[in-house]
Nanobody
Framework: QVQLVESGGGSVQAGGSLKLSCAASGFISSGYIFSGCTLGWFRQAPGKEREFVSSISIDGSTTYADSVKGRFTISRDNAQNTLYLEMNSPNTDDTAVYYC???????????WGQGTQVTVSS
């Protein structure tokens, strides 16, 4: 079955940088292929709802939440079945658990990772 595993989280100072990765596996028996899926990043801060951060479609087009536009960059490597999120100039409001998601079906992501904590200190 499909597994998404995030890595790269940790502590970073405001204004620094951090790059998250999401390694995908197990697509063979799922009916999906990594390169044929829209991929996304979401986050959930303590006491808040999970929110959309960014997505990248199969043709490489990207969308970003207004709060991260111009600071975060989403990318994908279909050869490595890996999704990335480069976080530049993070601020304390970016502190959250970050989740990757894969494959849209009826406007909902089918697969989710377990999350990785990002803590931004001032």
């Amino acid at each position: 079955q499909v597994q998404l595993v995030e890595s790269g989280g940790g502590s970073v100072q405001a204004g620094g940088s951090l790059k998250l990765s999401c390694a995908a596996s197990g697509f063979i028996s799922s009916g999906y292929i990594f390169s044929g899926c829209t991929l996304g990043w979401f986050r959930q801060a303590p006491g808040k709802e999970r929110e959309f951060v960014s997505s990248i479609s199969i043709d490489g087009s990207t969308t970003y939440a207004d709060s991260v536009k111009g600071r975060f960059t989403i990318s994908r490597d279909n050869a490595q079945n890996t999704l990335y999120l480069e976080m530049n100039s993070p601020n304390t409001d970016d502190t959250a658990v970050y989740y990757c998601a894969a494959c849209l079906r009826r406007n909902a992501y089918v697969y989710w990772g377990q999350g990785t904590q990002v803590t931004v200190s001032s």
